[in-house]
């Protein structure tokens, strides 16, 4: 499957934006999957481990066929599994080892913010305003969404883990959307997200050290809102849906919103984990987190519908001769 860079923009705004909120609902319902295994006896890296390694041996055949992927986009390659995927998991189950959960997620999801700076400054690409309130709207209802008050505490390595979080994620999004704009040169987006759990799970072996998890965890039953689930059913979920699912969809839809959107849109994934929490673990939510899932939905909403500022896109020839406008690009965790 290749997505050509006027092939993955003719597809509009609109499926852009379903691509990315499968994504959202697909990153957010891990939390909810990974919890009774950790609770049941599994260490939060260990379960990270499984997840990427699982997902890479998932997509090994997607990077047999674009085997030669690696010597075309060796440095793509690498950074998307450093930063796109062990970076972000790396720093975050750190940060939540000395601060918060709430604190780690709000400034992990302070990505849409780094990415509108990433595309102004670095990019020099123009920012549109209703971008840049959908990030403040997104930013103040997310601090709502996980109580960020109700957990204050100052680390500083635990901050600095967090931010570090942040940082990766804006990888995922820039690496995401490169190569659109090469045509027929554009690496393959399933080939950059195989090649990348591959480099993940590497990394990620090194750092969780699976030789010494409790692999009985896996063969029994875990406890779901005090329901009995097999173990391996959740670990599958993890793998199939919350990484290989949502990885794809993310790079997709990456590749036809604007950055500052599809951060933005990113953003939902914490109010979802937060719902699937309330649903499925019996987590109930307060009426803060509904009014600020309320307020990031409405910095979402926002921040989709604005459109590319002038100059940020331009038409291209298609094959048949006929131009097409080029939507903004993206970056989405």
Known sequence: MRVHASGSREGGRGAGLGLALVSAVAFGGSGVAAKPLIEAGLD????????VA?????????????????????????GFGLLAVAGVQACYFASLSR???GVALLLEYLAPALVLGWVRFVQRRPVTKAAALGVVLAAGGLAC????????SFDVLGLLFALGAACCQVGYFVLSDQGGDAGED????????AYGLLVGAVVLTVVARPWGMDWRVLG?????????????????????VATVLAYVTGVLSVRRLSPQVAGVVACLEAVIATVLAWVLLGEHLSAP????????????????????????AGPVAESGGAERELSARGTAA
């Open 145 to 152: 969404v996980v109580e960020v008050w109700s957990g204050l």
């Open 44 to 51: 939060p890296l260990h379960v990270v481990w499984l997840r």
């Open 186 to 193: 554009a690496p393959d987006p399933l080939g950059v997200i």
């Open 289 to 312: 987190q509904v009014f600020g899932g309320a307020v990031v939905l409405v910095g979402a909403f926002i921040a989709q519908s604005a459109t590319p500022a002038k100059g940020f």
């Open 99 to 101: 601060i918060p959960v």
């Open 220 to 240: 029994g039953t875990v406890r779901l809102d005090g329901s009995a689930v097999p173990a391996a059913a959740l670990l599958v979920w993890i793998v199939l």
């Open 54 to 78: 699982g997902a890479a041996l998932v997509m090994l055949p997607v990077a047999v066929r674009h085997r030669a992927l690696p010597f075309r986009r060796p440095a793509l390659l690498a």
